[in-house]
C-alpha cells in the first residue's frame, strides 16, 4: 500500500501502546499495575455532567461555530483575564478537541518546511512529532535532573537562531513534573521578546502545582503577550480526558488561521462538551479541583519517597502535574537472572517489568530522556503501594 511519506517521520506513542498492553493484560484476567495513563483517575464532577445532560435534554446536539460557542470562548478569554490581567477578544480564542488538537493546528498553522521549534527534553512526546507533522524542525534542548529539569540561560540562547519560529514551555512538565522557575522563565523571554519567535505555552497542568503559585512567561512579564500562544484545557484539571476540549488564546492571524484549518477538518469540538467545558469554567468547582490536587500531591510525596528508597534508584521531586520520573541508569549495566546480557536500555527494563512483574511504566527514551521511567501517579494509594513494591522486588532480583 503507497502511503503519505511525511507518517514515516512519526514514531506511534510509546505512552498509548504501554497503555493499551496493560489493557490487554487486565482484559485476560492478570493483575497489572498501570502507571502508564496521563489522565487523572477521578471521575468528572457531576456538576459538570449534569451541564451535559441540560445540553442533550435542550436539544443542544447540533453543529456550532467551527471555533467554538461564544460562551465558552468568552469564558476562557475571562480566565485568562483573571489568572494573567490581560484582555484577549473572545476571537482571539479556538476551541478545539483538547490541547493536542490545539497544538497540531497551532504547528499546522505556523511552520513552513526548515522552521525550526525548541523544546526542551525531556519532553511531551507529541511535540516532536506534531512539528515533524508540519515540516517543522524539532531543536531539543537536554535539561538535567541536577537543575530541576530547568534549561541554563546558556542552552537557551544556544538553541535559538535565525530558522527559530516558536519555543515550547511545558510547566509543570509532562514528564518530569518540573516547574520552571521565574529566572529561567525570564531567560526565556530575554532571548526571544521582540524576535519573530513565539512562545507556545503548554499550560495544561496549571492547577497541579504542589510548592508555590503556577508562573509562566506572561505571569513574569505580560508585555510579552503579542509573542505568547496560550494552550490550555479541561482534561486534566476537571477530569475530562474523554470530553476532548481544549482551546489556543494568541494573536488574532494564528487563530484565524487555525480556525481556518478546523472549518476543513473536523469542524467544531462536540457541542455537548463545550457545555460541559462551560460548565467547568463558570460553575463553583474552586473546592473540587483544590480536593483532587490535594489526593494529588500525597501520593506524590508518598511515591516519591518509595522510589527513592529502592537501592539505585533516584527520584526528582515533582513540583507539579502527575509523574514520578526516577533515574534507572544505574540498574541498567545489571542482569536479569538467567540472561547473558546486561538489560543495557529503560526500554528492555520496562519490557521485563511488565512481562514478568506486571507493572506498566513508560520508558524515559520515549521522552528524550534515556535512562529515566515515567510513572503516571493518576491512580489509588493502594496501587501504587502495589506497582512500587514490585519494582523493588525487580530491581532486587537483578544480578
Ligand atoms: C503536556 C501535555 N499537553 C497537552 C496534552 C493534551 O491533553 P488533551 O488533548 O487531553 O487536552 C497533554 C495530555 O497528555 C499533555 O501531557
Redesign the pocket.
Known sequence: MRLAKRLDAVKPSPTLAITAKAKELKAKGIDVVGFGA?EPDFDTPKAIKQAAIAAIDAGFTKYTPTNGIPELREAIAKRIAQEHGIAYKATEVLVSC????A?YNLFQALLNPGDEVVIFAPY?VSYADMVRLADGVPVIVQTRHEDGFEPSHEAIKKAIGPKTRAVIV?SPS?PTGAVFGRATLRNIIDEVKGKDILVIT?D??DRLVYKGRFENVLTVDPTLHPQVVL?N?V??TYAM?GW?I?WTAGPQALISAMQKLQDNSTSNPTSISQKAALGALTLPLDAEVEAMRRVFDERRQHIVKRLNAIPGVTCFDPGGAFYAFPYVGNLLGKKIPGQAEPIGTDEKFVAHLLDHHKVAVVPGSAFGAPGYLRLSFAIGMDQIDKGVDRIAEMVKSLE
Not at 98 to 101: C, D, I, L, T, V
Open positions: 496521563g483538547g490541547g493536542k488538537h497544538l511531551w511545558n509532562n503548554d495544561i497542568y494552550v484545557g482534561s486534566k480526558t476532548r481544549g
